[in-house]
């Protein structure tokens, strides 16, 4: 295969996860890159901040060994710095922690027996009758566990983080996740308690000894400063006869572009091309909308808040949806003798109004913390608040179809791809952006080459 002419410059919009996964592809299978992020930092949602001796992520990412092949290009990068951890998750439910993934021996002594009855014949009827579509999230959950267990655990608790009504919200957002669960793995999980354990029942993951970041960090030297662009906003892109000619910067500079993978918001990129896509694309992708959220990161006294990597909060008066603790994915994000968690606040409808102070939020989140006694406010040395705009797409069960339109509209263009969760509105996690990254390399790769 012959070498590529340096005119085959891959111009890539956005140095966030998807941006970043395929520059690094493609600077390894021989292309030209030029990343342009419009912020002054790599790494987008999946940043770790650094303060003093306290390191956090925006977000509660853990690396799932989901994909081979994605997991060992990690370990590749990282090295011994990539950690395998073993520290499951719990649901804050009636003041008593339940196992999450859902296990019956720890529903079994947290609920009473009349709901355990209830929940075990809800199951039963459904693996009886007969299976019916499955139009949204609430179908979705009330076919996998049932309406009493759902109810319990699920419905609150997604409703409290998307922002919206589970009948409205497409199933697909529950990521996977849920796959794998069932009446038979709960019970199953009560008769091989102890040692027995179903693989996707334990807490293990990966995650690196710096912060989740350090993998986008690490990414980010292998394709070198000289080719990321930082501060560097897109204006607009400019087209016709479905090929991009060029695009515009805020700066003013034009830059003529061979090709390009765009990782922006899909509404914020038709916005920006020139001429605008058709009116009915337009219409729907200005109705889509991203769940904000806010992080408030508290700063620890103690050596330990919990032995939990995460702990989730369906109840509805609770003015957050998740908590995480750094230290328990990596010793090395707090220093000894303190740490640091990180209570993450989705923002708007069906949950904190978007207009409230910070001071205001923290001090409903110490409040509602102390009343429950997770937490002493004399432990608290500091607090930060972190605004994270595009960290969920908002994926409802009417979309689907309008979805498709509009990346069928995208897919057109002969020189321009789209990849990334808010550039293709879909739920994904990170071994996801790696995995289409590397195959839509691949892909221009091939169209590149003589």
Known sequence: MSKLKTSDRLFIIGGGPAGLSAGYFAKKCGLNVSIHEKSGAIGGNCRTIIDGGFRYDTGAHRLHDKIDRVTMEIKSLLGSDLKRVS??????????????????????????????????????????????????????????????????????????????????????????????????????????????????????????????????????????????????????????????????????????????????????????????????????????????????????????????????????????????????????????????IVIEIPMGKNNINVDIGDEQLYEEIVFYLQCKKLLKKETIIKYKMVEIPFAYPVILKDNGIKIKKSISYFSAFRNMDIVGRNATFEYLHTHDLFDRSEKLIKKIKIKLSP
């Open 87 to 340: 520290a499951p998750s719990k649901i804050h439910f009636n003041s008593k922690m339940i196992d999450f993934p859902l296990r019956f021996p720890n529903i079994f002594f947290q609920l009473k027996s009349s709901l355990i009855v209830k929940i075990i014949i809800e199951n039963i009827i459904n693996r009886l009758k007969p299976k019916v579509d499955i139009n949204s999230f609430k179908d979705f959950a009330y076919q996998k566990y049932g309406k009493t267990l759902s109810e319990l655990f699920l419905i609150s608790y997604t409703e409290k983080l998307w922002g919206e009504n589970t009948e409205k919200l497409d199933p697909v957002i529950s990521g996977g996740r849920f796959k794998h669960l069932d009446i038979r793995t709960l019970i199953n999980s009560f008769i091989n308690n102890s040692k027995n354990k179903p693989k996707h029942l334990e807490g293990e993951f990966y995650y690196p000894r710096l912060g989740f970041g350090s993998i986008f960090d690490s990414i980010g030297e292998y394709i070198g400063s000289e080719n990321i662009h930082l501060n560097s906003s897109v204006q607009s892109i400019n087209h016709e006869q479905n090929k991009v000619k060029s695009v515009v910067l805020e700066n003013g500079n034009v830059i003529k572009v061979g090709n390009l993978i765009s990782t922006m918001p899909i509404n914020i990129l038709a916005k920006a091309l020139k001429p605008k896509p058709p009116n009915e694309i337009l219409t729907f992708l200005e109705s889509i909308r991203f769940r904000k959220i806010k992080l408030c990161i508290l700063y620890l006294s103690i050596n330990q808040f919990t032995e939990n990597a995460s702990i989730y909060f369906p109840d509805i008066s609770c003015p957050f949806n998740r908590i995480y603790e750094p230290k328990n994915r990596s010793a090395d994000m707090a220093p000894d003798g303190q740490t640091s």
